[in-house]
């Protein structure tokens, strides 16, 4: 059945054939005008899988290498024999999965890529409180829905996907788990008690079976690059008039659809076999994958695979259900054919976009690898950049193989009649009888071994395109030499890493803006009111309620900058251990007990397993005495120099929590803030004191500070002098 708001039914016959003919054209619009990127989708899957299509091989050897030149005759199959060896490249494969997986580890740094924060108006009571709690509820139901969806695996996937491809199509759904289950319901009963009263008793359970929907989220499908169609020259799906996405299914698919109300029953019923997908259409870059891995498949359809257009169109069509595009404007519509050709195809969807999408647009963004010209559809790909060198690495490879080839079984120059017989093998044991002097009847030609040079220029081909790509030997799990400091090594790096994170924050930002915007709306739109979400989130349990969230909310995209920040944190926390361990004179001054804590802070370790605390049982009960004499009897305790602060702080601190909220009933407390203050001024103080001084006090030394000492001491032992 079409949606409620649809101008269109099944019955305006007239009008669904005109609509897929008009689609029909359009599509094949499409197909002519993506066919240079059809072709660079195709290289670059040929080049990830190592090359291995000898048809694409021979085109891009010519491309690369210029080889065609040095033909002497016209025979287009000539070229093929320039070179005996046919070898691919790991290069671009070895490249994707570096920058793939750079990306998936900044993603996965953290517990989610984005987080909503509230929007607040302050005039209103109550307003940040709640708007927070909501900003909770919404950040912890995004992170349950991610293992739902197996969003892991799923951004695996899609990195890999558009470092290979440069763009990438993703779609956002509103998956529902419908199951028929068995459901128990009580039949009541009304009983009559003994003194009068009724009460209500359980007759019986009666047991049925229901289809349910079980479970129902928002969900992000990653789409093949090949699946779009639509107009190359607008640079965004949003404002496109067609968008066409084409797949293939197994017919209990449209069946399960209509059971869930997305199709129609009656036109499903007029899908035959003349539908059936014919495995050839729509299989351009499908079937030059299998080539890339040297699979041959037939074209012939062998499975019950239909193919099935998604059609998002703005129809202008009035309310007596006419096309009219020069007085009615036009309304975006969701509609379903499945066959071979959409003119002859079947319809059995017809939907008004704004009854399936809260925010009446194409559920579709383009995700670009890298910044380019935003005046088309697709940008620039990593694969178009190393393009060349990788087919000259082919060709240099290929070249050096059949030199050395050459110079293993050189070719022979003979004089007629010199050597009796035709069999000129090289094998142990052979016998050649001549007629005349050897050095006349026969002799090896001499091959000039420029394998060493091939070799040399291989190697610049491999910096020039990992200098192109931002991936230096560092990223590669390669050493920088023996000669490069640590210092140097480390600037390299971060060098090299802020261009690779300014792109990955360019991608984040378009994936996770479009999902958390679309997240937001598909969740009050779509959510089952029944359902209840138990998380534990952080030791916190929380019982959400998806369809009952409500709020206005920025989505706030920032995992690269606390990564990045992240990684300057620990950088430099690095280098401030080193120093202190070169340098004994600074180490005396620190307390190795905190650093250590900072530094598995930085590194997200749990610190209490590993870090003993400060033990000073004198400071403890000093600190307890304190305590007591200023609360019970009133007397100011002033704090002195020397004292371990750190220990006082936690044991006054700690005391002053059990008053809170009861500073009437007890006056004292103020003395106790005092004394914390002050205790607070001379931690300050202190290590300033020490710093300036070049020596560390001998009082109430941590545990944790004398074993740094140590630790620095036995360093700096080993410091040349």
């Known amino acids: 059945m079409p949606s409620k708001s649809s101008k269109i039914s099944f019955d305006d016959a007239e009008l669904v054939r005109d609509i897929q003919a008009k689609t029909d054209k359009i599509f094949e619009l499409y197909k002519t005008q993506r066919e240079d990127f059809l072709d660079i989708w195709k290289i670059n899957d040929y080049m990830v899988r190592a090359g291995q299509n000898e048809t694409i091989r021979a085109d891009e050897r010519a491309r690369g290498a210029g080889l065609d030149e040095y033909d002497d005759d016209d025979d287009d199959t000539s070229s093929d ?37 509230p929007v607040i108006n302050e005039r209103i009571f109550r307003s940040k409180e709640e708007a927070d709690e909501q900003a909770d509820q919404w950040n912890v139901y995004a992170r349950w829905v991610a293992k739902q969806d197996k969003l892991n695996i799923k951004s695996i996937e899609f990195w890999h996907a558009l470092v290979k491809y440069g763009n990438l199509p993703v779609m956002m759904t509103m998956a529902e788990d419908r199951r028929r289950v068995m459901v128990s319901e009580p039949v009541y009963r009304s009983v009559q008690g003994p003194t009068g009263e009724t009460r209500i008793e359980v007759d019986e359970i009666k047991h049925s079976k229901k289809n349910l929907i079980v479970k129902s989220f928002p969900s992000i499908e990653i789409m093949t690059i090949d699946s779009i169609y639509a107009d190359i020259l607008i640079p965004s799906i949003e404002n496109q008039d067609v968008v066409i996405v084409v797949s293939t299914h197994p017919r209990h698919f449209f069946w399960s659809g209509a059971r869930n109300g997305f199709f129609d029953k009656n036109q499903i019923a007029k899908i035959d076999k003349t539908h059936v997908w014919d495995g050839q259409t729509n299989r351009d870059l499908a079937q030059t994958r299998m080539d890339n891995q040297k699979i041959e498949s037939p074209l012939e359809n062998v499975t019950d695979q239909y193919l099935t257009f998604d059609i998002f169109f703005r129809c202008p069509i009035d309310d007596d259900g006419e096309w009219n595009d020069e007085e009615v404007e036009p309304e975006l519509y969701w509609f379903t054919v499945v066959g071979n050709t959409i003119a002859d195809g079947v319809m059995i969807r017809i939907d008004r976009m704004i009854d399936v999408d809260p925010d009446d647009e194409i559920p579709i963004a383009i995700i670009h690898d890298l910044p380019d010209d935003n005046d088309i559809l697709y940008h620039l790909s990593r694969g178009q950049i190393i393009r060349s060198n990788y087919s000259v690495e082919c060709t240099l490879k290929n070249q050096a193989i059949d030199t050395g080839t050459a110079i293993n079984r050189p070719p022979i120059i003979e004089r007629e009649g010199g050597v009796r017989g035709d069999d000129r093998r090289y094998k142990p044991g052979a016998h050649w009888i001549a007629d005349m002097p050897i050095d006349e009847a026969i002799k090896e030609f001499q091959i000039k071994n420029t394998v060493p040079n091939s070799i040399d220029l291989l190697e610049w081909i491999s910096k020039d395109s990992r200098m192109a790509l931002g991936v230096d030997k560092n990223d590669l799990g390669e050493s920088f030499g023996a000669r490069t400091s640590s210092n140097e090594a480390s600037i390299i790096s971060r060098s090299n890493t802020t261009p690779q ?62 990564y990045e920040d992240g990684l300057l944190e620990v950088q430099a926390l690095n280098d401030f ?70 220990i006082h702080l936690a044991e006054h601190e700690g005391e002053r929590l059990r008053y809170k909220g009861i500073e009437d009933e007890w006056p004292t407390v103020r003395l106790l803030d005092t004394h914390i203050e002050q205790t607070k001024f001379l931690k300050r103080q202190a290590q300033p004191t020490r710093t300036a001084s070049g020596t560390a006090p001998t009082e109430n030394t941590t545990e944790g500070m004398a074993q740094g000492n140590q630790i620095a001491a036995a360093a700096g032992a080993q410091v040349p002098q």
Not at 81 to 105: I, K, P
Request: a negative charge; zero cysteines.
């Open 501 to 562: 994170l300014i792109t990955i924050n360019y991608v984040m930002d378009q994936l996770w803006t479009f999902y958390a915007r679309k997240f937001v709306s598909y969740t009050k739109a779509f959510s089952i009111p029944e359902q209840l979400v138990a998380v534990t989130d952080d030791d916190v349990e929380y019982s959400i309620r998806p369809a009952r969230l409500f709020g206005e909310f920025d989505v706030v995209v920032d995992i690269v900058d606390e």
């Open 81 to 117: 024999e320039t070179e005996l060896a046919n070898t691919g490249s790991t290069l671009m494969f070895r490249m994707m999965s570096q920058l793939a997986s750079r990306g998936v580890a900044v993603q996965k740094s953290r517990p989610s890529p984005f987080k909503y924060t």
């Open 577 to 646: 251990m080193r120093l202190v361990g070169e340098f004994p004179v600074y180490g005396a001054n620190v307390d190795f007990a905190e650093l250590l804590i900072e530094y598995a802070k930085k590194r997200h370790l749990d610190y209490s397993k590993f870090v003993r605390p400060p033990m000073d049982e004198d400071a403890r009960e000093t600190a307890l005495e304190e305590n007591k004499v200023m609360i019970h009897a009133g007397v100011i305790v002033a704090p002195r120099p020397g004292q371990n602060h750190d």
